[in-house]
């Protein structure tokens, strides 16, 4: 994380920056938040740590334990399935109504999942806010504000779990395969066929992820055991 400067909004500038830390997965799920460890970091006091931290746990970002002072809040099973069943849902229903459309210019998200595609190859980073922009894009395509809206409310949810999903091996030049079918049948004004690949995009990314929850937890387990 980068080292902040001092200004009256310090413990705002603070939230930035492990907001960025947490999305890009660099502060894991259940990793120990140290208030001692990230003001070196960020060359800042603990006051505005101790604030920040604050403002992550309403988010529900970060959770207080009563051994470890407070850890990053982990992805459950539960969350997974709840956020990812209103997303096959919803998926499905914009990608066929989007490949009813004519005379739409797609050509901005063709070059958004070109730039996906080489992210996906390098295994850069931005491939999470990439990924995160090809689903914003088609919701606001659809042009119902109340649905952008929904979805935009639960961009935290999304963000963390798009992060966790992009690093699991092997799977990132897949997701953007998926997503260039998709895309590809929207263009082609097939509604079943990218109803059906939107879908199968989240419902393939959700058991990906809840597997790789529960190999987590077994291992924890065995080392504890």
């Known amino acids: 994380m980068r080292r902040i400067r001092r200004s009256s909004d310090l413990s705002e500038r603070v939230a930035e920056r492990l907001h960025e830390a947490i999305f890009r997965g660099?502060?894991?799920?259940?990793?120990?938040?140290?208030?001692?460890?990230?003001?070196?970091?960020?060359g800042v006091s603990r006051a505005p740590v101790r604030q920040a931290l604050v403002i992550l746990e309403r988010e529900g970002l970060v959770q207080p334990d009563r051994l470890r002072g407070?850890?990053?809040a982990p992805?459950?099973?539960?969350?997974?399935?709840?956020?990812?069943?209103?997303?096959?849902?919803?998926?499905?229903?914009?990608?066929?109504?989007?490949?009813?459309?004519t005379g739409v210019d797609w050509r901005a998200l063709e070059e958004l999942v070109a730039a996906g595609r080489e992210?996906?190859?390098?295994?850069?980073?931005?491939?999470?806010?990439?990924?995160?922009?090809?689903?914003?894009?088609?919701?606001?395509?659809?042009?119902n504000r109340i649905?952008?809206?929904?979805?935009r409310g639960q961009w935290m949810?999304?963000?963390?779990?798009?992060?966790?999903?992009?690093?699991?091996?092997?799977y990132s030049q897949q997701i953007?395969?998926?997503?260039?079918?998709?895309?590809?049948a929207i263009m082609a004004h097939d509604p079943g066929r990218a109803g059906g690949l939107a879908a199968?995009?989240?419902?393939?990314?959700?058991?990906r992820l809840m597997e790789r929850l529960v190999q987590e937890e077994q291992q924890r387990d065995a080392g504890e055991a």
């Open 157 to 170: 949810n999304m963000r963390r779990v798009i992060a966790a999903t992009v690093k699991i091996a092997g």
């Open 200 to 207: 199968a995009h989240t419902i393939a990314a959700s058991a």
């Open 26 to 42: 660099d502060l894991g799920p259940g990793r120990r938040v140290r208030q001692e460890e990230l003001a070196v970091r960020l």
């Open 75 to 101: 992805l459950t099973v539960e969350l997974i399935r709840d956020l990812y069943e209103l997303r096959t849902g919803i998926e499905r229903h914009v990608a066929e109504c989007l490949a009813q459309r």
């Open 119 to 143: 992210s996906a190859s390098t295994n850069s980073p931005i491939q999470i806010e990439l990924d995160l922009r090809f689903h914003t894009a088609l919701y606001d395509a659809l042009g």
């Open 176 to 184: 953007w395969d998926e997503h260039t079918a998709i895309l590809d």
């Open 70 to 72: 407070a850890i990053v």
């Open 147 to 151: 649905l952008s809206d929904v979805m």
